[in-house]
């Protein structure tokens, strides 16, 4: 399918399944909008947004608690993004609270996709099965062959072009670095099974590079 016709489709598919209230089609257009700002190289609706999606749909329903606010979470988890703000998951969630009021979703639903945006921020370990996924979802690019890998590391340096050559390479190896650190780049079984070592592999080699 399609990559513009994809995300379209799950929206779709979503915004019935919830008994979202409103037009789907306005509210589709509204959230890929908030992606087209001219900065982004990567964290791009039908490129980053679209990857999360098809990742989420491969992962067997048994390991989802509730795939409706996680699906809209990662629709939504980049929305708001400032690169030279340390607040952007905070905001997207914000975002993400008004859009789901709008659509006359409920406290609970709305509180659910709210809080699995905001672990993206890799602030601290949620125990939420569903928060986990997220963040490992988010981060399942790490796990990929090398060269798509390489194509999101050169991606991220687009973004973050402004930054000079020599502070980009230490911030972004130090980065790298606390996640190869942690016990497990992964929360959930299912992505530790299947990308743990792809990505401690990524994350090696792309350190190397970055401290030449």
């Known amino acids: 399918m399609p990559i513009e ?14 008994g979202a209230q409103g037009d789907w ?3 589709y257009q509204e959230i890929e909008a ?3 700002t001219p900065q982004r190289a990567y ?7 679209d990857f999360c999606v098809r990742e989420l749909y491969q992962i067997p329903r048994g390991l989802i608690e509730n795939i409706n606010p996680l699906e809209l979470s990662l629709i939504l988890h980049d929305s708001e993004m400032d690169f030279m703000s340390a607040d952007n998951e905070e905001r997207s969630a914000r975002f993400a609270e008004g859009i789901c009021r709008r659509m006359g979703l409920s406290q609970e639903f709305t509180q659910k996709v709210a809080m699995h945006i905001r672990h993206t921020a890799h602030r601290d370990m949620p125990i939420d099965h569903d928060s986990q996924l997220t963040i490992d979802i988010d981060l399942a690019i790490f796990g990929q062959a090398q060269p798509v890998f390489n194509e999101y590391e050169r991606r991220i340096r687009q973004e973050y072009a402004f930054v000079p050559e020599d502070i980009f ?5 130090e980065i790298l670095q606390w996640f190869l650190d942690k016990p497990s780049i992964y929360m959930t ?6 990308y743990e070592d792809k990505a401690r592999n990524n994350l090696n080699r792309s350190i190397v590079q970055l401290r030449r």
Request: glycine content about 2%; cysteine-free.
């Open 5 to 18: 016709k994809y995300l379209q489709k799950k929206f779709h598919a979503w915004f019935k399944r919830v």
């Open 25 to 27: 089609r306005s509210f």
């Open 34 to 36: 908030t992606y087209r």
């Open 43 to 49: 964290h791009t609706f039908h490129g980053h947004i």
């Open 169 to 173: 390479r230490n911030k972004r190896a």
């Open 189 to 194: 079984d299912y992505f530790q099974r299947k």
